[in-house]
């Protein structure tokens, strides 16, 4: 029971939970439990083991591992998880981990690739949330009220998911249905997850369907760069905000700098141990 205890703190604070139910594949808890059951082994070297398992979990839900045989893959990962850090057998988990699944990070067909992920055609639950939960995870600055930072872990702090570019934005349609209408088809290449961050409530409401080109003027350079917005296109917005296009490449370009943070968080993760990400 402490080892679960342990593991709903590490993927609160670590992972940007806010409850156990948030977890994409329940399972995943069961291999970060048996590894914080070795408490006397892993307490001088803590700080390592939290951090193999954090990228163990995120390339776990970004490559989709657990897409494939969700109960198989859970035994896997508990030797995985044991090997490389009870036994410190670092080499086993590039080999059998970060190197064989290395071409579906990011890029597993149906589920995390570019195509999916952009078009927003039938992108499964468990990877939006992922991604809404990673967003958090970096405790962004919020949209308006510069000094809070949103995390998973303060019950006071209320949290919504924001478009970055509002279904109002969308002039093909009629302003009466460019909300509603837009919002209830979840096809809509706004509806991608990757048009979504969290900002506060109340933030949220005061935008409401605020042109992208009217409130980014709003944003602090630091919440910008928390949330990943694509800077290289600021310029853009007041020209082209209304066309697929600018939706398309907005986006495509966010991906992009959410993928590079992740990697570039797994090399700094990684740094003080034997294991070499790229």
Known sequence: MKA???????????????????????????????IL????????????????????????LFSGTYR?????????????LYRTIIEKKYSFFEKEF?????????NFKDYSDEDTLINNNDVPSSIKNSLKQYMLSKCPKD???KDIRLNSWKSDINIEYHHIIPLGSDLSTTISES????RDNKDHILNS??????????????????????YIKLLSGLAIEHH??????????????????????????????????????FVSLLSNIDIKYQ
């Open 143 to 145: 949209f308006i009220d």
């Open 98 to 106: 970060l190197h064989r699944y290395k071409d579906r990070f990011f």
């Open 179 to 182: 909300n509603k209408n837009l």
């Open 193 to 214: 997850p990757i048009n979504l961050a969290p900002i506060l409530k109340d933030s949220n409401n005061k935008l409401s369907n605020k042109a992208i080109e009217r």
């Open 68 to 80: 494939d045989n969700m109960n198989k893959r859970c035994l896997i990962d508990i030797e995985l």
């Open 228 to 265: 990943f917005i694509p800077d290289t296109l600021l310029n853009q917005i007041e020209k082209e905000y209304d066309s697929e296009k600018f939706y398309r490449d907005f986006l495509k370009e966010r991906l992009s700098k959410i993928k590079v943070n992740v990697e570039n968080e």
């Open 4 to 34: 679960l205890e342990d593991s709903g703190l590490f993927l609160q604070f670590r992972c940007g939970l806010k409850t156990i139910n948030d977890l994409s594949y329940h399972l995943m808890i069961v291999p970060i439990s048996y």
């Open 37 to 60: 059951l070795e408490k006397e082994k892993i307490n001088e070297n803590i700080k390592d083991v939290l951090n193999i398992l954090e990228v163990w979990y995120w390339f776990s």
